[in-house]
């Protein structure tokens, strides 16, 4: 069965570093959405991304977010500078198709460590 | 605009029913509901699409009251393998491009 994978599963970085994390959607899917999830907390939407573009973010999505499709598989989420409260699992999702009644098959995330 | 829930959490005995509550501020076009594991992804359980309308899966079911912007799972029977964390959600618009998901509801089942 096809499903979203994330890599890495977990990722260890400093404050003020880079970091891309990667996520493939399922293959026939053209809707890709990036969620982040801080321990113990709710899963919040970040972004939405379609045809090249974002389609919705949140007010979490700030300048040190940006999303891309680098080629015909990869999604990718960069935080430019971290900061320790970016510390949290981040999920990758995908959509077959457009509107509400489709459901979102979520990756097994990525955990990220701020220190 | 995030779905709120109730209860927070619930402790079942094996073979005992629950109901989980979400409500929203806004209009509702859909609602979806996810159970996550710990560590896990949330992993999709069903969706509603209209006023009233009621689905099932397994042992799980649930409603949706549009006019109130009200939906309700519903597990009967629980066995050990329902815990999680359950989450309701919904896209504010039509589009589907943007979700919200609710506050979560913690249901751990016991022997």
């Known amino acids: 069965e096809p499903e979203v994978t994330q890599t890495p599963s977990h990722q260890v970085t400093q404050m003020g570093q880079e970091v891309i994390l990667r996520c493939v959607p399922i293959?026939?899917?053209?809707?890709f959405y990036w969620y982040r999830q801080i321990l113990g907390q709710k899963v919040e939407f970040l972004v939405s991304f379609y045809n090249n573009e974002i389609s919705e973010k949140s007010e979490i999505f700030d300048d040190q977010f940006s999303v891309e499709r680098p080629d015909g598989s990869n999604f990718t989420l960069k935080i430019r500078s971290t900061k320790l409260e970016d510390s949290a699992m981040y999920f990758c999702a995908s959509r077959r198709t457009s509107g509400s009644v489709n459901e979102q098959f979520f990756g097994p995330g990525t955990r990220l460590t701020v220190l | 605009q995030q779905p709120v829930q109730s209860p927070q959490a619930v402790i079942l005995r094996e073979g005992e029913d629950a109901v989980i509550n979400c409500s929203s501020s806004k209009a509702l076009y859909s609602v979806h509901w996810y159970r996550q594991k710990h560590g896990e992804a949330p992993v999709f359980l069903m969706i509603?699409?209209?006023?009233?309308e009621q689905k099932g899966h397994d042992k799980i079911s649930a409603s949706f009251n549009e006019k109130k912007q009200q939906s309700s799972l519903y597990l009967t029977a629980s066995q050990l393998s329902y815990s999680g964390t359950y989450f309701c959600?919904?896209?504010?618009?039509?589009?589907?491009?943007?979700?919200?998901f609710g506050t979560g509801t913690s249901l751990t089942v016991i022997p």
């Open positions: 293959s026939n899917h053209l809707y």
């Open positions: 959600g919904f896209p504010p618009g039509s589009t589907g491009n943007q979700f919200y």
């Open positions: 509603l699409l209209k006023g009233g």
